[in-house]
């Protein structure tokens, strides 16, 4: 059973980058065609999708934050982060990791982290 925990700050000032880091257990981040999300849900609002690291190291953003969106990845540590820079208020929001795999050119979402909440303000 594939296991996420999401690890961060809690509060970040504006402007400033949000930093999150999802440790894995159960299983790799390397394993064939898993590929590793990050999602996250504002107060009040729906789930959306940020971007994914796959399997291989590939990459892949949400056209609307991809100017602002890095993920990596630390094979080593069985590790993917997320980096959001030049934060606003309207990012606050629960954020979550998942893992799943890819079917039709759409991620499936199998396993969750408990999400953390990060809230930006000053």
């Known amino acids: 059973q594939v296991q996420l925990q999401e690890s961060g700050p809690g509060l970040v000032k504006p402007s400033q980058t949000l930093s999150l880091t999802c440790t894995v257990s159960?299983?790799?981040?390397?394993?064939?065609?898993?590929?590793w999300s990050w999602i996250r849900k504002p107060p009040g609002k729906g789930l959306e999708w940020m971007g994914a690291?796959?399997?291989?190291?590939?990459?892949d953003y949400s056209p609307s934050l991809k100017s602002r969106t890095a993920i990596s990845r630390d094979t080593s540590k069985n590790q993917f982060t997320l980096q959001l820079s030049s934060v606003t208020p309207e990012d606050t929001a629960v954020y979550y990791c998942?893992?799943?795999?890819?079917?039709?050119?759409?991620?499936?979402?199998?396993?969750w982290g408990q999400g953390t909440q990060v809230t930006v303000s000053s």
């Open positions: 998942v893992a799943g795999g890819l079917t039709g050119g759409k991620y499936e979402y199998d396993y």
């Open positions: 159960g299983g790799s981040i390397t394993t064939n065609y898993y590929y």
């Open positions: 690291i796959a399997y291989s190291g590939t990459t």
